[in-house]
């Protein structure tokens, strides 16, 4: 499920929006805390590689991303507070 909206040649699931909010969406009912974490990984972490990474950048990390070897992370910083 960590690469579902990834093409497959990253090792994605070559799947669309919907089914990825869907997952979401069952995921969560299961557990909230659980389906943040999931989406952050899919949509912050791994989306900005996917949508403005080099090719490189994207052989590199998407693969690990997408198989769940790698776990992506969302850092936000603010002058002044962080």
């Known amino acids: 499920l960590l690469g579902l909206p990834y093409p ?42 996917y949508s403005f990474g080099t090719k490189e950048q994207k052989q590199e990390w998407l693969p690990r991303l997408c198989t769940g070897e790698g776990l992506a992370a969302f850092g936000l910083t603010e002058p002044e507070a962080g």
Do not use: K, Q
């Open 8 to 49: 497959e040649e990253y090792g994605g699931g070559d799947g669309d929006y919907r089914c990825y909010a869907i997952a979401v969406e069952e995921i969560a009912r299961a557990c909230g805390s659980t389906a943040l974490i999931y989406a952050a990984h899919v949509s912050l972490g791994c989306g900005p590689i």
